[in-house]
T-cell receptor
């Protein structure tokens, strides 16, 4: 186990709705990244947060936004959901000693 | 041309076979190379992490990097049914806590 937890495990939304996904680390690592993994594809980088500030963003529109809280937990928010947003959403925390990203189990989002 | 190319397979081998998985890349800025294993409905887990060109061995796994050819490989010796999973190559320009760029993944099945 990586110690990274994500919630919920699955959820189903309809087009146009908004969704919030959550991620936390048992060890409180301060760098969290979010990835989107469509079916049959590798994960794609959405953005990274370091000490509550966005620290890099991939090629995703502004309707994908995030937050990191003082306890280093994080949220990914997606507005105006589209069918193509259906994917596995993964978060990672960086282990400061080993310079390694640990992935959570993911949240599977289905947009109908 | 995608930054990272990986043959998606699927690849099916008998137990005990040597497996070779490969990725090519086009971005010369990539300096750090990783292989992740992803079981169905799980988050990726890090298998191997390399920086320099050459070979790195860990048990039955060997990672090979050829920066001059922009080509990386993962070899699995004495493959086991428990190795059946999707294998993802990943790369970054600034260490493993930076944005990771992934290949599509290769689905491997090891038959008993």
């Amino acid at each position: 186990e990586t110690g990274v937890t994500q919630s919920p495990t699955h959820l189903i939304k309809t087009r146009g709705q908004q969704v919030t996904l959550r991620c936390s680390s048992q060890s409180g690592h301060n760098t969290v990244s979010w990835y989107q993994q469509a079916l049959g594809q590798g994960p794609q980088f959405i953005f990274q947060y370091y000490r509550e500030e966005e620290n890099g963003r991939g090629n995703f529109p502004p309707r994908f936004s995030g937050l990191q809280f003082p306890n280093y937990s994080s949220e990914l928010n997606v507005n105006a959901l589209e069918l193509d947003d259906s994917a596995l959403y993964l978060c990672t925390y960086t282990h400061p000693s080993y310079n390694e990203q640990f992935f959570g189990p993911g949240t599977r989002l289905t947009v109908l | 041309q995608k930054e990272v190319e990986q043959d998606p397979g699927p690849l099916s081998v008998p137990e005990g076979a040597i497996v070779s998985l490969n990725c090519t890349y086009s971005n010369s800025a990539f300096q750090y190379f990783m292989w992740y294993r992803q079981y169905s409905r799980k988050g990726p887990e890090l298998l191997m992490y390399t920086y320099s060109s050459g070979n790195k061995e860990d048990g039955r796994f060997t990672a090979q990097v050829d920066k001059s050819s922009k080509y990386i490989s993962l070899f699995i010796r004495d493959s086991q049914p428990s190795d059946s999973a999707t294998y993802l190559c990943a790369m970054s320009s600034g260490g493993s806590n930076y944005k990771l760029t992934f290949g599509k993944g290769t689905l491997l099945t090891v038959n008993p």
